[in-house]
């Protein structure tokens, strides 16, 4: 009961950067918001996200290039919607019951981590299904118009996340994703994709956040009506994953990589892509 809370945490980090995301497009609307409102009740997971144009199709069953070394099989595994009940107690352990309690959404945790897991390489990546619960507070800005830009104190937003994946051990994390990984395939193959292997689809995403540019400056925003974007294009057409990555800030983003590059040795036995040098954003008039 070690391995699978690995992946959902190093992942879990990504979604976990991804409840920031959403709040951020979403409810992050202006400088002064209004109190915030209770959050609503989480929806049921009876919806599957829309494959987006950028979603890879298979018309025939792909090449495994990433294979898990199955783990001993001790029990029967139930479906993946009656999971929850087998996989609860070995992720709570790991991440320590306040922090499942307090971060995670416990209910349909394995479909909603595959889920998220999908999107977060494509332009959005629906916040209905993330497994993790988002940062509660509004996304800080200084500047004006013309010179707007994420505060430096916004990335303490995400400090209960960034401890999390400080203090989540890959090896034990990777554990329980070998025990269970059945369940994470089915549910991958749930969501459109029967011939496709899951733990690629994690070693594409793992590789599209570990491409995240490391601006060397705060990237600067603009307002479209109620949401904010990023003023240079390049930045702005990129991933759910790669945009989140941006706005956790930079040390953030550097703490999430490293641990992101540990877990995708731990599944692939690859040493990671190099790290992403610094850059300077560009400024769009």
Known sequence: MKTVTRILIAITVAAALAAGYYYWLQRDRTPAPPPQAAAPETPALVEQAEPA?????????????????????????????????????????????????????????????????????????????WPLQPAGTWMETVGGEGNLIISPANAERYAPYMTL???????KAVTIYRRYYPLFQQAYADLGYPDAYFNDRLVVTIDD?????????????????????????????????????????????????????ELRAAITRQPAPAATPATTPAVTP
Not at 109 to 115: F, K
Not at 213 to 225: G, N, S, W, Y
Not at 240 to 247: D, E, N, P, V, Y
């Open 53 to 129: 144009p950028e979603a890879p199709a298979w018309d025939a069953p792909q090449p495994v290039q990433h294979p898990i070394e199955p783990a001993p099989v001790e029990e029967t595994l139930p479906a993946v919607r009656d999971s929850d009940s087998l996989i609860t107690p070995p992720l709570s352990a790991l991440v320590g019951k306040q922090a499942w309690s307090e971060l995670f959404y416990p209910e349909e945790i394995i479909r909603r981590i595959v889920t998220t897991v999908d999107n977060l390489p494509r332009r959005e990546a629906s916040a209905k299904l």
């Open 165 to 171: 994946v400080q203090n989540v051990p890959v090896d």
């Open 209 to 261: 956040l570990l491409a995240t540019p490391e601006p060397l400056e705060a990237p600067r925003l603009m307002q479209d009506k109620v949401i904010y974007q990023f003023a240079d294009p390049d930045l702005e057409k990129r991933s759910a994953g790669q945009k989140i990555m941006l706005r956790i800030g930079v040390e953030n983003a550097q703490i999430v990589k490293m641990k992101l590059r």
